[in-house]
């Protein structure tokens, strides 16, 4: 099963895509770790990656689009993925559909978790990362056993430097108008866009997508 995790910063996606990958077998790719594994392993698109990571650019879309190809083909993939953070854009929605159909792949599900502005302040400003391992926890509703410490490796937790309202509010309003707006409109003309309430607790917001795959 080819799955896309959408929403907003702090929706929880990491959080459902840990449960997903489980459920079903298959890797969860986020951009993030793509780029780290092509860098790592010194792939030609790696390389060329880490030329503009290294200067504080961005990286353009092509490379990007050709880092989550390559990914895309490892042996892992076959069964299926979860892609998070991926597409990020409507060009990049447009060059993954064409990647995937040189694949004679295709996606099944585009999947939005949709959470209240309010909601996604609270939650993205209480967020603690864990240093070591990088698991993500939430003052409020999913904290620690230990105040500050990890429980899967008893790492130190921090708060992100741009968790803080100022800097959510502009992230948020970025996504709403290069991401949420045209993705969902696009996904919404193939009929693959499913949308979940992401203002449930975690476990209901499991069930639901769990329940959505399995229907």
Known sequence: MNIIFMGPP???KGTQAAVIVKELGIPHISTGDAFRLAIKQETPIGVKAKEFIDQGLLVPDDVTNGIVEERLAQPDCKKGFLLDGF???????EALDKMLAAMERKLDHVINLKVDLNKLLVRITGRRICKTCGATYHIE????KQEGVCDIDSGELYQRADDNEESVGTRLNEYHTKTEAPLIAYYG??????EIDGDQSIDAVSKDIVSLLRG
């Open 87 to 93: 597409p990020r854009t409507l060009a990049q929605a």
């Open 10 to 12: 702090g929706a929880g």
């Open 189 to 194: 003309d193939q009929k693959l866009l499913r």
């Open 141 to 144: 509703f999913n904290p620690p």
